[in-house]
């Protein structure tokens, strides 16, 4: 054949037995860092994606509250007890920008949805240039993409003539999001195939935790740059402006400190097998990655990096190949299992997610409560900085109660339980609590903690279910040459979900909240349902899963 290699059974069986060392492998250093180099990546990932939620009503009260506030508030205000009505003001009350913006609340949920449309496009097109040029030749352009495009929406402004802020951010988050998706199946695949297979899961859902971390932080950010300038802000509500560029732009730090090891992670060794077809360097490849595996650095950088060349001859990964593997019926169906799943999980999951203000609203962190003056309720004037610190401290009780500690929850039992199970079980559940939420919305909107209860357990199981267990699944149900590329296709339908969720579910659910909340409980049924299609992965190998025990054809 021309590859000046050996026979076929001796090729096959080197690859067989690099495999089988890093399968069998303890856990140690080298897996630690590639964890760590990955998870930093989602930290920054989740961060970007959920701080601007809270950034868009500070652009809306900027650039928008001197055109759309007037009036006044009416004397004698319970509490206030003012002799003289009181003029409103961008500094004491809050724009309805969905309300005045001409089709606000589409622009308001498109705003918000860009990153995901970025994400979309960067998940299927990294997804396939990973399998195409290889992990390591794509792994950290994403990470730059993200830098420069998070600066950029840091820096974002009106231009003169032409396009408004809102148009201007929006592009920079589209940008964002491109690189964002990227980050999706490039950290799930080199995170699985350098695994062992008895901590592949726990591996993969550490990485992905690294999310809950990032929502965390981002809410934290929010308070301290809040309460650093709350006596400017009180002053001036322009200072706000200030607020929101520094926690877009507090997104980029993370991202900096993971670009050189991420640039300097080596080429996977299946990778090197399977796509490339050169198993004497995969041979010595895994035998470097044992060595770092003992050396008590998660530093630890690859050097004396030589090229991989083809030395047998393997199964190849063109569209034709991918036809024909996933024209079977036994690979369609866990294609479609992992990509359902994923749209089920996200159509709720960024419905939600990023629709919070109804939320905050019901458990009282979302401004004062209506007050009654000569017999007509009204929102009372607010101290703009109180408000937006009382949103930040809101967000950041959701994402302790239930979604920080239910990512860290999966990385403990996802080994012992299983991925389906847990897959099974939270979608089951935040079909329960959805389904309570709309029957008894009328009630239970106005009984806080009630609320709170059933808000946080369906919370807590998005993240000890399938809001992981879809990130880990397609990154090892699909063989090396098409694993990357399977990946993003699982996440991108996800992301269609995502916009769904969020664009066309989201400007309704205020004025139909059961309706919304009902329809996200029957999209978490089926994606229950559609979890049958995909095989249970703890315990296997990755060539077990994929049914490819050897790709090598002479």
């Not at 802020?165 to 589209?174: A, C, D, G, M, N």
């Not at 004396?304 to 190949?321: L, P, Q, R």
């Not at 106005?446 to 267990?469: C, E, K, R, S, W």
């Not at 659910?509 to 309706?515: D, K, M, S, T, W």
């Amino acid at each position: 054949m021309g590859y000046g290699y050996t026979d076929r059974g001796t090729e096959s069986a080197k690859r067989a037995q690099a495999f089988a060392h890093l399968d069998e492998a303890r856990l140690g250093w080298f897996h630690l860092r590639a964890v760590i180099v990955s998870g930093v990546g989602f930290f920054a990932d989740a961060y970007d994606i959920f701080v601007i939620g809270q950034a868009i009503p500070m652009v809306y009260q900027i650039y928008y509250g001197p055109q759309y506030i007037s009036g006044s508030y009416p004397a004698n205000i319970p509490g206030l007890n003012n002799i003289q009505p009181i003029p409103k003001t961008p500094q004491n009350t809050k724009v309805n920008f969905n309300d005045n913006y001409p089709m606000g609340a589409h622009m308001d949920a498109w705003l918000k949805a860009s990153t995901n449309w970025g994400n979309f496009f960067g998940q299927i097109g990294f997804g396939i240039l990973g399998d195409q040029l290889g992990r390591k030749k794509m792994y950290g352009v994403e990470l730059i993409v993200m830098i420069v495009c998070t600066i950029g929406s840091a820096m974002a402004g009106p231009m003169v003539h032409g396009f408004n802020i809102l148009v201007i951010l929006s592009i920079w988050r589209f940008f964002l999001g491109v690189g964002i998706g990227g980050d999706y199946p490039m950290s799930a695949v080199i995170t699985s195939e350098f695994a062992n297979v008895r901590y592949r899961g726990m591996m993969l859902s550490a990485v992905f935790a690294m999310q809950g971390i990032g929502i965390m932080v981002g809410g934290l950010v929010y308070m301290a740059t809040l309460a650093a300038f709350k006596s400017q802000i009180q002053t001036d509500y322009t200072t706000l402006d200030i607020v929101w560029r520094i926690a877009l732009g507090f997104g980029a730090v993370p991202a900096l400190g993971a670009v050189y090891f991420r640039m300097t992670i080596p080429e996977t060794p299946r990778f090197t097998v399977d796509v490339i077809g050169d198993t004497h360097k995969a041979d010595s490849d895994v035998a470097r990655v044992l060595a770092l595996n003992n050396v008590a650095s998660v530093s630890s950088s690859w050097e004396g990096e030589d090229i991989a060349t083809a030395k047998v001859a393997v199964k190849s990964n063109t569209f034709a190949d991918f036809r024909a593997y996933f024209g079977q019926w036994r690979h369609m169906k866990t294609l479609i299992g992992t990509s359902y799943t994923w749209f089920a999980l996200d159509v709720a999951w960024y419905g939600l997610a990023l629709n919070q203000s109804t939320v905050l609203s019901l458990i009282n962190f979302n401004g004062p409560a209506k007050v009654k003056v000569n017999g007509t309720s009204i929102t009372p004037p607010v101290d703009i900085a109180e408000l937006f610190y009382q949103n930040a401290l809101g967000n950041l009780i959701i994402a302790f109660c239930g979604t920080v500690p239910g990512y860290w929850f999966c990385v403990a039992f996802v080994e012992k339980l299983g991925r389906k199970p847990i897959q099974y079980c939270g979608f089951l559940v935040i079909t329960v609590c959805l389904t309570v939420l709309a029957v008894m919305w009328d009630t239970i909107k106005t009984q806080q903690i009630p609320f709170l209860v059933v808000f946080t357990i369906a919370q807590f199981f998005f993240q000890f279910g399938p809001n992981t267990t879809t990130f880990v699944i397609p990154g090892e149900v699909f063989p090396t040459r098409f694993r990357s590329t399977g990946h993003g296709i699982s996440a991108g339908c996800g992301k269609l979900g995502a916009i769904i969720g969020i664009q066309v579910v989201g400007p309704y659910f205020i004025p139909n909240a059961q309706i919304v909340l009902a329809t996200f409980a029957v999209i978490m049924a089926t994606g229950g349902i559609a979890t049958a299609l995909v095989p249970e992965t703890a315990g296997k190998t990755l060539e077990e899963l994929s049914g490819e025990e050897d790709v090598i054809l002479s």
